[in-house]
Nanobody, 117 residues
Framework: QVQLAESGGGLVQPGGSLRLSCEAS????????MGWYRQAPGKEREVVGT???????TYKDSVKGRFTISRDNAKNTVFLQMNDLKPEDTAVYYCSARRTALSNTSWGQGTQVTVSS
């Protein structure tokens, strides 16, 4: 089992930046992949970015060049650096983790990101 705790959300003006953090805890040897998802009101949850234990990353097309996902394997922490934020980035952001390729995905409680002037 993996417990995830997100932090770093808040209110920011368009063009601003935020850095989200997610620390994993529980009983596990390692985590294969960690990621960030987001869900806006009335919309489906969508992937923002993922990063494997080896450092391979993926991104939603609309955030490429603006967001950067990274992880500290020793600290079991994943980060999402968000730059040039836009109103359409407003959503609840969820951290995710999968211990192995065959494991179920664990989810954090979510942190609100609001981009507004």
């Amino acid at each position: 089992q993996v417990q995830l705790a997100e932090s770093g959300g808040g209110l920011v003006q368009p063009g601003g930046s935020l850095r989200l953090s997610c620390e994993a805890s529980g009983s596990f040897r390692s985590i294969y992949v960690m990621g960030w998802y987001r869900q806006a009101p009335g919309k489906e949850r969508e992937v923002v970015g993922t990063v494997t234990s080896s450092g391979t990353t993926t991104y939603k097309d609309s955030v490429k060049g603006r967001f950067t996902i990274s992880r500290d394997n020793a600290k079991n922490t994943v980060f999402l650096q968000m730059n040039d934020l836009k109103p359409e980035d407003t959503a609840v952001y969820y951290c995710s983790a999968r211990r192995t390729a065959l494991s179920n995905t664990s989810w954090g409680q979510g942190t609100q990101v609001t981009v507004s002037s």
